[in-house]
């Protein structure tokens, strides 16, 4: 199995547990990091996992931000690590505000 | 609490998890499942199986002992890899009341306690004093 791929199994799992430790999602979060840096070796089959992955990271923000607040705090942790923008998954903060798109 | 009192606070709380292991309530099977979801663990494992490998965690002497403060609340976390973990290395991590927060083996134990500016206290011989 490659390394995307062990990855992205990883993260589905992750992203049906919101409610454990902040510090398990802090390791989500790391793990979504790793994907993006090679998403470039999906296949267009796993790129269909990995995005209904993130619709459920996005459904259940409000979740996971709860769980990763009571141990961190999220925009220092992007100053201090200099986390690209286009790294929406650490802005739990911010998604958990949005209101749900209706599809 | 000045710096050495955490290796105090920290003694203490390994001491009462060694005594007893203690989770919030309702807490810790949904870990186990998660770890059996992830492969951590296998699918039969249970719960006996979970408190076995932790509490190898929680005695080896070689393995490192961290802190991480977030606002009023301390944490502490003993990285290390138990005895028929397969080379996975685990951390137990914990708050001074001897209740733990969460077992789990990251991707690499080293870069996420760098990233997440855990601070190292010392080898579990030298916070436990043994």
Not at chain 1, 32 to 47: G, K, P, T, V, Y
Request: some cysteine.
């Amino acid at each position: 199995m490659s390394d995307a791929l062990r990855l992205l199994a990883s993260y589905e799992v992750d992203v049906q547990f919101p409610d454990v430790s902040g510090f398990e999602i802090l390791e989500m979060l790391d793990i979504r990091s790793r994907i993006a840096a090679c998403e470039n070796d999906l296949n267009d089959e796993q790129r269909a996992r990995l995005e209904a992955a993130d619709d459920r990271l996005l459904r259940s923000a409000p979740a996971f931000f709860q769980s990763v607040a009571a141990i961190a705090d999220l925009p220092e942790m992007r100053r201090r690590s200099r986390t690209p923008c286009s790294y929406w998954w650490w802005y739990l903060e911010r998604l958990a505000e949005r209101e749900p798109v209706q599809t | 609490m000045p710096f050495a009192e955490k290796f105090t606070a920290a003694a203490c709380a390994i001491l009462a998890l060694r005594s007893r292991l203690r989770w919030k309530p309702g807490s810790e099977l949904r870990h186990l499942l998660k770890r059996k979801s992830k492969e951590h663990l296998p699918p039969e494992a249970t719960v006996v199986d979970y408190r076995s490998l932790i509490r190898r965690v929680l005695v080896g002497p070689e393995n490192l002992v961290y802190y991480y403060p977030f606002r009023e609340q301390d944490y502490y976390a003993v990285a290390g890899e138990p005895e028929g973990a397969q080379g996975a290395r685990w951390l137990v991590m914990f708050r001074p009341d001897g209740i733990l927060e969460t077992v789990f083996p990251p991707t690499d134990v080293s870069d996420y306690v760098r990233q997440h500016c855990f601070l190292l206290l010392g080898r579990m011989r030298e916070v436990m004093n043994e």
